[in-house]
């Protein structure tokens, strides 16, 4: 029997009970369905995460932040005091921030690594209002500077190092009584904030871009310039009494040729008990939570299509059995076992193909409707930049369809095997 | 006097073990020559479909040879077997085993569909003995919507489709009328005489087998008399 025969006549006979068929499929789509919408779930918001990434440009950048009080050795009751490891509530930036501050000896160590070329500190400055120029005055909270690479603007441009300058977020527009971010560009409002005696002081600063909220949640907050920061930080530190501890969120580091020097430079900072992070240690895991989840999701599509493949298989048994007589002519009439086995394996693949395929057109329509509707003007998730929640991978998806139809064939070896074991005299004295 | 198509060497089938033990052959030797129409006749049980089946190389004996063309078929392998089976064997059996979802010429050209063959030889080669059988009306109709006769001659058009030298019928007229299976009878024998195919029928039909040129005569899983010449009426 020529292959084309197989495929021809192992399609008429799926055919042939439409309704077992349909029901048999419906199961395979449900999985491949499933698959394919948390694959696509999976690669869009990876894919965004990506150019979130982008963003922040091949950066020589790491962060980084105090492990904490390791200093001291763990012990009964209160632990002596140590000024040099003082505690903080820590930075926001990232995991495994929730230590200390850093200190200039901190600054002064990270310095001599090797390939660190240049080592900045940061500071996290809390003002207390922003004030516009018709006098009302709201709470705000700061960025870092450190983040601005990681913003997107929807108009005029980041806050640079000099230059008393801030971003505002893009829902702040309505405190300027405009829906037109480019009319905020060039204002200028004032920044209170109170150092450690209480008393207030304010600062101008220019608005120079207007930010939209990322996933990372960067561009939710006004974002300073480096100077208004340390500015800020200067006026919180003023009326302090005695010897000035100066205590920093994180440190921005470059380091040469990080590729090559990561993880030297890393090691070198957790012999000083600091953790030093890249943009990518960071993005990287978020992305492993997002791979995560959506592997767990895939798993119910897996277990779909396990449950699935029983279908198949009963299906085809049930199959089998109603074409004992048929498949003992078959073979009376000199078909090979071989090729009746390829022919009922040819069924189940059938089965498989047609599930996987309808499966795969539902997931895609779902998923690219669902992401249009969710993300697009006016859906709930509107408001993030760029955001992407499912995006067509074509590897993936030929993944799943080979999956499916490797699952299905794999499900139809035992009714073929039954099939092709059938002796042709008894097959034909079946009542 | 020509040589055997087929021969058969002590041929013995068993069925069954120990208590339900059942030799339902017991060690039969005879031949069956080219172009030679030969029947096989018995009562119910007495062995002759089971002689058949193993003659046809559907079923291995439990000892003793076939020889197909003076070589044993014994050994060879399955795949072989059935090719063979493919080749040069036609079958009409005591049911029709049509497929009733194909068309009566899907149905004929299954041997040639397993053979190998493309569609269009295969739709030619199966129109031609349709008309031969003059069924040719009937080819895109439904296998179930045929009466007895013409399902019993769909069954015979499948059976010459692949040309083959000998033509295995089990019960060929057992469920027809009379008219109908005399009009089967001819169409066997007119084969038999035009295309020199070997015949090798299993009935309990009398006539049938009286149209014969041998006649084996079966009791108990032997052969008891053997009968020459064609006693009935030679179509
Ligand atoms: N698979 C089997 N297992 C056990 N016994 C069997 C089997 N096949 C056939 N037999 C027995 O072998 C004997 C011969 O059977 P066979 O079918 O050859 O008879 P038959 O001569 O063709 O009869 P009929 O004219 O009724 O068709 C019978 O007694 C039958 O019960
Ligand atoms: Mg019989």
Redesign the pocket.
Same mark, same amino acid.
């Given at each position: 029997m020529r292959s084309v025969d197989v495929a021809r006549t192992a399609l008429g006979n799926t055919f042939r009970s439409k309704l077992r068929t349909a029901l048999t499929v419906v199961a395979i789509v449900i999985g491949s369905f499933t698959l394919t919408l948390t694959s696509g779930l999976g690669a869009g918001v990876n894919k965004y995460v990506d150019t979130v990434v982008a963003g922040f440009g091949g950066s020589s950048q790491m962060f980084v932040m105090s492990t904490g009080a390791s200093d001291a050795e763990p012990t009964d009751g209160p632990a002596e005091y140590d000024p040099e490891a003082a505690a903080s509530t820590g930075g926001m930036f990232g995991p495994g921030s929730g230590g200390g501050v850093l200190t200039d000896s901190d600054i002064e160590e990270i310095e001599q690594i090797e390939n660190v070329s240049s080592v900045d500190p940061m500071v996290f400055v809390s003002p207390d209002f922003i004030e516009t120029p018709d006098g009302a005055q709201y709470d705000m909270e700061l960025d870092v500077p450190a983040n601005a690479l990681g913003l997107e603007l929807e108009a005029g441009e980041a806050p640079g190092e000099d230059g008393m300058e801030l971003s505002i977020p893009a829902d702040w527009l309505t405190i300027f009584d405009t829906e037109d971010a480019e009319q905020v560009i060039g204002e200028t409002v004032e920044i209170g904030i109170s150092n450690v005696t209480g008393e207030q002081s304010t600062v101008e600063a220019e608005i120079v871009g207007v930010s939209e909220e990322a996933l990372s949640g960067i561009g939710a907050t006004p974002m300073p310039s480096r100077e208004l920061n340390q500015q800020l930080n200067d006026l919180s530190m003023e009326g302090y009494e005695g010897q000035a501890q100066n205590a920093y969120t994180m440190a921005v580091v470059d380091v040469e040729n990080i590729e090559a020097n990561e993880q030297g430079v890393k090691d070198a900072l957790i012999d000083q008990d600091l953790l030093g992070l890249t943009v990518e240690d960071q993005i990287g895991a978020v992305q492993g939570v997002i791979d995560a989840v959506s592997w767990v999701l895939s798993g119910f599509g897996l277990i779909a299509l396990l449950a699935a493949s029983f279908g198949i298989v009963n299906t085809l048994l049930m199959s089998v059995q109603e074409r004992t007589r048929e498949i003992g002519l078959m073979k009376a009439l000199g078909m090979s076992s071989g090729k009746v086995f390829g022919l009922f394996s040819m069924e189940a693949v059938v089965i498989g193909i047609l599930g996987s395929v309808i499966g795969v057109v539902l997931g895609l329509g779902a998923g690219l409707v669902g992401n249009a509707w969710l993300t697009g003007e006016g859906g709930p998730l509107g408001a993030v930049a760029g955001l992407t929640l499912f995006a067509v991978d074509p590897l993936a998806i030929a993944g799943i369809t080979a999956l499916i139809v490797f699952i299905a064939f794999l499900a139809g070896t035992l009714p073929a095997a039954r099939a092709a074991k059938k002796d042709p #005299? $008894?097959a034909l004295?079946y009542e | 006097m020509s040589t055997p198509v087929l021969e058969t060497e002590n041929l013995v /089938?068993v069925? *069954?073990k120990g208590a339900?033990r059942?030799d339902?052959?017991k060690g039969l030797t005879f031949e069956i020559h080219e172009g030679e129409s030969v029947a #096989?006749v018995?009562?119910? *049980?007495? *062995? /002759?479909?089971?002689? +058949?089946?193993l003659l046809a190389l559907l079923d291995e004996p439990t000892s003793g040879v076939v020889a197909l063309g003076g070589e044993p078929v014994t050994a060879l392998k399955p795949k072989k077997v059935s090719q063979l089976r493919n080749d040069t064997f036609g079958f009409v059996f005591?049911q029709f085993f049509l497929n009733p979802n194909q068309t009566v010429l899907e149905n004929i050209t299954l041997p040639l569909k397993i053979a190998g063959m493309g569609k269009s030889e295969r739709n030619r080669r199966g129109m031609e003995v349709l008309e031969q059988l003059d069924m040719a009306d009937k080819a895109k109709n439904k296998a179930t919507n045929l009466s007895g006769g013409q399902k019993q001659r769909a069954c015979i058009a499948r059976a010459l489709v692949n040309k083959p030298t000998v033509l295995f019928a089990? $019960?060929p007229t057992g469920n027809l009328d009379t008219v109908t299976s005399e009009i089967v009878e001819d169409i066997l024998f007119g084969l038999h005489r035009d295309h020199g195919i070997t015949l090798v029928v299993?009935t309990?039909d009398e006539d049938l087998a009286a149209k014969c040129q041998r006649r084996l005569m +079966?009791q108990d899983?032997e052969i008891v008399t053997e009968e020459h010449g064609a006693t009935g009426v030679h179509a």
């Open positions: #005299i $008894e004295r | /089938k069925y *069954g339900t059942f339902a052959l #096989i018995g009562k119910s *049980g007495s *062995g /002759k479909s089971t002689l +058949m089946h005591q089990d $019960e299993v309990h +079966m899983g």
